[in-house]
């Protein structure tokens, strides 16, 4: 028997968010836009519901609830805003991080502050973006130098989400050139450490609640104990990190297609035009009914790649499944903002119409944690039996910097 339900568990779960979504999100959406940031009883009532923590596991302080769990609920937080859940505190990308590079003890350390009251008030982020390459070689231009009493880290960070609210970072480094991408290793920085300077917040096309930033690192130092390892495979340890965390930016992709066809069906059923509902034409028509295709296409997906991870699969068949649901769920939900704007005509174009902030948070979500392309290239290498090239799924100067 095939069953796509969610469980009992999982339903009130849902149900939950999805009354939070409804309720504090979605009737505040021009004015969370506005004021670029959740506010605190927000924030706290996110951290009530676990959101954050919902996929990591309990060893490390998480709900040890799994992927499928954690999508369900990012699906809902976004067709209530698609930018909120940028916003709420918590580990981020910095969790899954953890999760795949730190020891369990290590992860449990970094991750408790998250757990405990004020949680909604702490935000982690992890540095790996930059804009240049290194020159001359493959990896990262920030370097990390071996020192006696630990590591000295030296270089430019971009792309970094919370990077102006986040306590700890996990920053990238390049450990040993002459290894390119397989001598990158990953440190732990806590905001304050001499020679960490944050800068300041970017203005960017969407995703408004979030915050993009960079950071420069001028001979940082940090000891031994800071460095995460990655088990035996630190490369294979990063790719999963990046795939984890690339599909709960899918699921806010589905929760934005959503968001955006509901809106559009709604908007064509109650505009009328030479007697009848727009939406009674055949090219309108036909357009809905694609959109809507788009949208229950994503989600299941975006729901079977987190059942991969949570059904002991294998991680080659986890790991294809995201690339497949990664890649489709970001360019529906381009194609459903896309589509609301021009089925709305000219209002779509003007801020009193939800549809053109999903368009533009659709565009800004194609460059979260992986592109549709680089999601593309994991999904091909491992159908092809290929060894999966760390240049090409990775974003990088080189290829295409994402925001994580």
């Given at each position: 028997?095939?069953?796509?339900?969610?469980?009992?568990?999982?339903?009130?779960?849902?149900?939950?968010?999805?009354?939070?979504?409804?309720?504090?999100?979605?009737?505040?959406?021009?004015?969370?836009?506005?004021?670029?940031?959740?506010?605190?009883?927000?924030?706290?009532?996110?951290?009530?519901?676990?959101?954050?923590?919902?996929?990591?596991?309990?060893?490390?302080?998480?709900?040890?609830?799994?992927?499928?769990?954690?999508?369900?609920?990012?699906?809902?937080?976004?067709?209530?805003?698609?930018?909120?859940?940028?916003?709420?505190?918590?580990?981020?990308?910095?969790?899954?991080?953890?999760?795949?590079?730190?020891?369990?003890?290590?992860?449990?350390?970094?991750?408790?502050?998250?757990?405990?009251?004020?949680?909604?008030?702490?935000?982690?982020?992890?540095?790996?973006?930059?804009?240049?390459?290194?020159?001359?070689?493959?990896?990262?231009?920030?370097?990390?130098?071996?020192?006696?009493?630990?590591?000295?880290?030296?270089?430019?960070?971009?792309?970094?989400?919370?990077?102006?609210?986040?306590?700890?970072?996990?920053?990238?480094?390049?450990?040993?050139?002459?290894?390119?991408?397989?001598?990158?290793?990953?440190?732990?920085?806590?905001?304050?450490?001499?020679?960490?300077?944050?800068?300041?917040?970017?203005?960017?096309?969407?995703?408004?609640?979030?915050?993009?930033?960079?950071?420069?690192?001028?001979?940082?130092?940090?000891?031994?104990?800071?460095?995460?390892?990655?088990?035996?495979?630190?490369l294979g340890s990063t790719i999963r990190f990046f795939a984890k965390?690339?599909?709960?930016?899918?699921?806010?992709?589905?929760?934005?297609?959503?968001?955006?066809?509901?809106?559009?069906?709604?908007?064509?059923?109650?505009?009328?035009?030479?007697?009848?509902?727009?939406?009674?034409?055949?090219?309108?028509?036909?357009?809905?009914?694609?959109?809507?295709?788009?949208?229950?296409?994503?989600?299941?997906?975006?729901?079977?790649?987190?059942?991969?991870?949570?059904?002991?699969?294998?991680?080659?068949?986890?790991?294809?499944?995201?690339?497949?649901?990664?890649?489709?769920?970001?360019?529906?939900?381009?194609?459903?903002?896309?589509?609301?704007?021009?089925?709305?005509?000219?209002?779509?174009?003007?801020?009193?119409?939800?549809?053109?902030?999903?368009?533009?948070?659709?565009?800004?979500?194609?460059?979260?944690?992986?592109?549709?392309?680089?999601?593309?290239?994991?999904?091909?290498?491992?159908?092809?039996?290929?060894?999966?090239?760390?240049?090409?799924?990775?974003?990088?100067?080189?290829?295409?910097?994402?925001?994580?």
């Open positions: 028997m095939i069953s796509f339900d969610p469980s009992e568990d999982q339903k009130l779960m849902q149900q939950s968010a999805e009354q939070f979504a409804k309720v504090l999100l979605r009737p505040k959406m021009r004015e969370l836009e506005k004021a670029r940031g959740v506010p605190e009883d927000v924030r706290r009532q996110a951290h009530e519901l676990g959101l954050g923590l919902v996929a990591l596991p309990e060893a490390v302080g998480g709900a040890g609830l799994g992927m499928t769990t954690a999508v369900l609920l990012e699906e809902e937080i976004a067709w209530g805003d698609p930018a909120a859940a940028f916003g709420f505190g918590g580990p981020g990308a910095m969790g899954f991080a953890l999760l795949e590079l730190a020891t369990t003890e290590q992860a449990k350390a970094l991750l408790e502050p998250f757990t405990a009251d004020g949680g909604h008030a702490r935000f982690g982020a992890v540095a790996w973006g930059e804009k240049k390459s290194p020159e001359g070689r493959d990896g990262l231009a920030t370097v990390a130098t071996k020192e006696a009493a630990g590591w000295k880290l030296d270089g430019e960070k971009a792309y970094v989400t919370s990077a102006d609210r986040a306590d700890t970072f996990v920053v990238f480094a390049q450990v040993d050139p002459s290894k390119g991408w397989e001598g990158v290793g990953a440190f732990v920085v806590k905001k304050g450490t001499p020679g960490l300077t944050v800068k300041e917040r970017k203005t960017t096309l969407g995703l408004d609640i979030a915050s993009f930033g960079g950071l420069t690192l001028d001979g940082v130092k940090v000891t031994d104990g800071d460095r995460l390892a990655g088990g035996k495979d630190f965390q690339a599909l709960l930016v899918a699921a806010r992709a589905v929760g934005l297609s959503r968001a955006a066809f509901e809106t559009t069906r709604d908007y064509c059923d109650a505009r009328r035009a030479f007697g009848k509902p727009i939406g009674h034409f055949q090219a309108v028509a036909f357009t809905l009914a694609d959109r809507a295709m788009d949208v229950e296409a994503a989600r299941a997906l975006v729901w079977r790649a987190a059942w991969a991870w949570d059904g002991g699969v294998g991680e080659n068949e986890a790991l294809k499944r995201t690339g497949w649901a990664v890649s489709f769920a970001l360019e529906a939900a381009m194609r459903c903002g896309d589509d609301g704007v021009q089925l709305h005509g000219g209002s779509g174009f003007v801020r009193d119409y939800p549809v053109e902030k999903f368009m533009r948070d659709a565009k800004q979500l194609q460059l979260c944690a992986l592109t549709a392309e680089q999601a593309d290239q994991l999904a091909a290498a491992i159908e092809l039996g290929r060894p999966v090239d760390p240049a090409l799924v990775l974003p990088s100067p080189t290829s295409q910097n994402t925001f994580i």
